[in-house]
């Protein structure tokens, strides 16, 4: 796979539209070396990447999937959703814990409105379960957790009832 890294003022960019889609610093993430790959995916890693010689390995990634940059917000990770989280003054939203299994079974949530935009962290109290991007119109959040990452014991436990 191969990466770019972010120079000092792309990393700025990436870290300002951080602060304006979730209102917070971006202290916890701002040490990291920022890699992207040609698909605009986000990766973050310490400055210690450097000293390996990559070049006598076979890698598959670098680094900590931290986010997609495809569109206007960025669409965190889990790990991602994680680190931004407990700093997010906006575009976040408290789950009740039927929602919160629900959503890690990959269910979107119906009937969700407020002041949202765009992309919005998922939470239930202090777990960051991810990212997921508000449909005002149809009052709903999409859910992007990946296939392998679902919690499959309560889909199992569903099928049973």
């Known amino acids: 796979m191969h990466y770019k890294i972010l120079t000092s003022r792309e990393k700025k960019r990436v870290l300002q539209r951080i602060e304006r889609q979730w209102g917070c610093k971006t202290d916890a993430i701002e040490d990291f070396v920022f890699l992207l790959t040609g698909k605009m995916d986000l990766y973050l890693a310490t400055r210690e990447i450097f000293d390996i010689d990559i070049k006598k390995l076979r890698v598959n990634s670098m680094g900590l999937y931290f986010a997609d940059l495809r569109e206007n917000a960025p669409r965190l990770s889990i790990e991602g959703s994680q680190l931004i989280g407990p700093f997010a003054k906006k575009n976040i939203i408290e789950l009740e814990e039927k929602e919160a299994i629900d959503w890690l079974k990959g269910s979107d949530l119906e009937g969700k409105e407020g002041d949202l935009s765009e992309y ?13 991007k508000y449909k005002p119109e149809e009052k709903r959040i999409l859910n992007f957790i990946p296939k392998s990452r679902r919690l499959a014991i309560a889909a199992m436990m569903d099928e049973e009832d």
């Open 120 to 132: 919005i962290i998922v939470r239930r109290g202090g777990d960051f379960m991810g990212c997921g």
